[in-house]
């Protein structure tokens, strides 16, 4: 399924294919610059189909904030994750792996979100670059059991790939205010509520926006009692530390299927001769949600 964003930088259009072959085009002519493909092992069973969305970059800067010279191996970066869940980190100008970033360019996703089934967890949506983070969803196999992967939420330093945060939108432990709209036993074997729509950064407020799905079981809630938050709703994260900042459940116990599946949009709006940074996100129900950042 071909779903990509182009993303333009620079005088170079990068994407990527829906095997993860990524693509680095002269915008004026199509010319191919560079191609890099991750290999992905097409015989994998892959309920959610293979699809890429696109890639995120990032670039270095200097102290006060402007973009020094782009010479030198990997001081521009495209990011790419995978259906068979891995980051990568290349080097802009040429394709090649970031030896710095990670085992040799490449961080492992399928580590420490439960007992993963092959083909069934991975990412399709880009990952979205916030300061010196790369923040990853996860695309998770709907109903296969209750107890699916987690769909923790993570960041990663951009030069080294070393683990910034995490979040799971299933509230583990009980000091989490949103443990209490959850049954104790849910809350611990409980699955999914993954990230599987691209998320979206406020560079100015340091904020990324979180749209989160259901949890497992999709259809049957006798499993998981309660209102379910972090479920089915968009959250929003400080980039620099993971601290949720605020949440906004658009479906309280989905029974549906009602996964926030686009992006949340940041626009400005004006209320009463003031002006409100805002944020609007769509729902599966025909909803638009406008709320304040």
Not at 46 to 51: A, I, N, T, Y
Not at 183 to 200: D, E, H, K, Q
Not at 209 to 227: M, V
Request: aromatic share 8%.
């Amino acid at each position: 399924k071909f779903e990509v964003t182009p993303l333009a930088v620079r005088g170079t259009l990068f994407l990527s294919t829906p095997l993860n072959r990524v693509l680095a085009l002269d915008p004026r002519t199509g010319r191919e610059r560079w191609r890099f493909d991750p290999k992905l092992a097409l015989n994998i069973d892959r309920s959610e189909g293979f699809v890429s969305r696109g890639v995120s970059y990032w670039e270095a800067r200097d102290a006060g904030g402007a973009a020094p010279s782009v010479a030198g191996a990997c001081r521009r970066r495209v990011f790419l994750a995978t259906v068979d869940a891995r980051l990568f980190a290349l080097d802009a100008a040429t394709g090649a792996r970031c030896a710095s970033f990670g085992d040799s360019g490449v961080v492992r996703l399928d580590q420490g979100v439960g007992r993963v089934q092959v083909g069934q967890y991975g990412v399709t949506s880009p990952p979205s670059v916030i300061g010196d983070v790369v923040v990853v969803g996860s695309s998770i196999g709907d109903n296969r059991r209750v107890d699916l992967e987690r769909g923790t939420v993570r960041a990663f330093h951009v030069r080294t790939g070393a683990l910034a945060w995490s979040f799971d939108p299933v509230p583990r432990s009980p000091s989490d205010p949103a443990h209490r709209s959850w049954a104790p036993a849910a809350a611990a074997r409980t699955g999914a509520a993954n990230a599987w729509a691209p998320i979206s950064a406020d560079t100015a407020r340091g904020l990324v926006f979180i749209p989160t799905g259901s949890a497992s079981p999709d259809f049957y809630g006798g499993e998981r009692l309660g209102d379910n938050r972090y479920a089915n709703s968009v959250v929003a994260i400080e980039a620099a530390t993971g601290r949720v900042r605020w949440h906004f459940q658009v479906v309280h116990h989905d029974l549906w299927d009602y996964d926030v599946a686009s992006q949340p949009t940041l626009v400005d709006i004006t209320r009463g001769g003031r002006t409100v940074p805002a944020v609007v996100v769509a729902t599966k129900m025909g909803y638009l949600y406008i709320l304040d950042r």
